[in-house]
């Protein structure tokens, strides 16, 4: 089911500052980020004054990233399973304490460039536990249709910082050193941990038992193993940010050994890219009215690769800053669109773990790009880094032609809530299972072929909902009939499978109800197994059709 959506509300790329808690997160994340950037050049630019070699350089670019990749997953869970606000404030609590942490080791002198990495890390695992629930909350913020506008302003505001964020680090760096920059960063904690601290969200209550952390991340990595399109989409993310991810770690030797230049000229080369940055969002919600998903991302792959070519051969801060403006813009149109096609195909229930994944996949690419890169760039230097970078990124693009990103589409992804538990003649316990599944349907000989076709859809739904051991099978003694059978572990568990049903899921079930040619509904057994000396018996229990 497609939801229709008014014009006015789905192009603008301003309406979620309509939302007061959005303008007032948004607000605040702007400071933190400014803060995150100001570190952030702090930390690149000190490591080129106690490393031994641009390996360890680009290993600091390695450490924004690592994190996210080693713990989004988890983090993605803990989003789905409690409150994403109280989740934010941990997040930001504990970086504010290893800000301060790393402001003072470099105040007194104990920084070596394996502790500033440490650090670096620490700090990044912050933002790994933080990032899949302040994504998942946007959802919770503003309605479903202006979920791709704030997104690109999510986007726009980092960059925003970035623009500027990166120059002023380069003045603060060189005025007042390192131990400034990340001083100020543990400052740009505080606003965002009253806005959260304030925020109060008016949750839905669930009637179930929260799942296991364990559950929980497996449920997440079922739901994208058996959703084709958000596959293509981590692979794709994957390729770009092991590509793209090139330029910035390298940046800091571009800005000392290429151009010959100081702090400040790194900080410069980062806000030109932040300023590209901020244009593509800016263009990104009218890109994707005109241009399919896969024309986006192709472009983004090839500008990028212009903007590294460019880095490797330019030997002025300008022309560097001029390749970068056109890499920023890149960056953001092809992350923000990846963000926003996981979001748009991945209901409420999930949507933590989901994007967690995807965060995986992306800057796993990055962390794994920067390391693969570094070494390069110790090897032969940064330019012929870049260029093979480069050539990397048109090779990703052309991946496209294997595997296409879908065209959007706005799916009605809110629970059915049709479902309601059966009257059962035993008494079950939540945790009682495992439970058997069997639904009979009657289907006409010319109706085969197109109910087969709905069922492998089905199957699909079944087994990324939490369906185990999905079957179909046909009567040899009356083919007309046909026995949808599957088994969940407990009862419970069937109870949240029925739960995760979407509007959009109902038309799959709705097309099989009507190749049905029964004069009762399709018949449904529930039933218990129960092992006995002889074998397994199934204890049954009827109940009411399932959606």
């Known amino acids: 089911m497609i939801d229709e959506k008014p014009e006015s509300e789905s192009a603008s790329a301003l309406a979620p500052f309509r939302h007061g808690i959005f303008r007032a997160v948004w607000a605040a994340s ?63 609590t504990f970086m504010l304490v290893v800000s301060v942490l790393l402001t003072l080791f470099t105040y007194f002198g104990l920084i070596t460039p394996w502790t500033l990495l440490a650090f670096t890390f620490l700090i990044d695992s912050g933002t790994a536990l933080n990032s899949p629930s302040w994504q998942a909350s946007v959802g919770d913020i503003v309605p479903r249709n202006k979920v791709p506008a704030a997104v690109a302003l999510n986007s726009m505001g980092f960059n925003l910082t970035r623009s500027v964020g990166p120059a002023i680090g380069g003045i603060i760096v060189a005025a007042a050193g390192a131990a400034a920059a990340f001083a100020a960063n543990a400052v740009s904690y505080i606003g965002l941990i009253v806005v959260l601290a304030r925020w ?70 980062l806000g030109a890219f932040g300023i590209g940055a901020v244009g593509g969002a800016l263009i990104s919600v009218r890109l994707r009215q005109l241009l399919s998903s896969e024309t986006m991302v192709r472009g ?88 093979a970078a480069g050539i990397a990124m048109l090779a990703g693009g052309a991946i496209g032609l294997l595997l296409p990103l879908p065209q959007q589409q706005v799916l009605n992804l809110d629970p059915l809530n049709r479902f309601k538990e059966p009257h059962l003649a035993l008494d079950l316990k939540p945790r009682s299972g495992p439970i058997a599944i069997m639904i009979e349907y009657i289907i006409r000989d010319g109706d085969v072929p197109e109910f087969l076709a709905t069922m492998a859809e089905r199957g699909r739904i079944r087994r990324r909902d939490g369906a185990r051991n999905w079957t179909l099978a046909r009567d040899l003694e009356n083919p007309a009939i046909w026995i949808e059978h599957y088994h969940t572990p407990t009862w419970i568990e069937y109870v949240r499978h029925n739960g995760r049903i979407t509007h959009a899921d109902a038309v ?13 509904p399709p018949r449904v057994r529930r039933m218990i197994e129960r092992p006995t000396t002889a074998g397994t018996a199934l204890v049954m229990a009827k109940g009411p059709i399932e959606h």
């Open 200 to 269: 109060k969200p008016e949750l839905p209550v669930s009637t179930l038992p929260r799942e296991s952390l364990g559950a929980a991340m497996g449920a997440g990595l079922r739901y994208v193993a058996m959703s084709p399109n958000i596959a293509k989409v981590l692979v794709r993310g994957a390729a770009f940010g092991f590509s793209a991810g090139a330029v910035l770690a390298l940046l800091p030797l571009v800005a000392r050994d290429v151009v010959k230049g100081d702090a400040l000229t790194y900080g410069i080369m």
């Open 300 to 387: 983004a792959f090839a500008g990028f690769a212009v903007c590294a070519f460019n880095a490797a051969v330019s030997h002025h801060a300008w022309q560097t800053s001029l390749g970068l403006l056109v890499g920023g813009a890149c960056w953001v149109i092809a992350l923000s669109h990846f963000n926003v096609t996981v979001q748009m195909a991945t209901p409420r229930w999930v949507v933590g773990r989901v994007l967690s994944v995807y965060q995986t996949a992306t800057f796993g690419g990055i962390a794994l790009g920067s390391w693969i890169w570094g070494v390069v760039a110790d090897a032969h230097g940064a330019e012929t880094a870049l260029i």
């Open 30 to 92: 702007l400071v933190s980020n400014f803060g995150g950037l100001i570190q952030g050049v702090g930390a690149a630019w000190m490591m080129t004054t106690i490393a031994t070699s641009p390996y360890q350089v680009a290993l600091v670019q390695a450490s924004t990233t690592l994190p996210i990749m080693l713990f989004a997953l988890v983090a993605g869970a803990i989003a789905d399973s409690f409150d994403r606000r109280k989740v934010m404030l941990v997040a930001q």
């Open 508 to 520: 799959v079930g709705e097309r099989l109800r009507a190749l049905h040619s029964g004069d009762e």
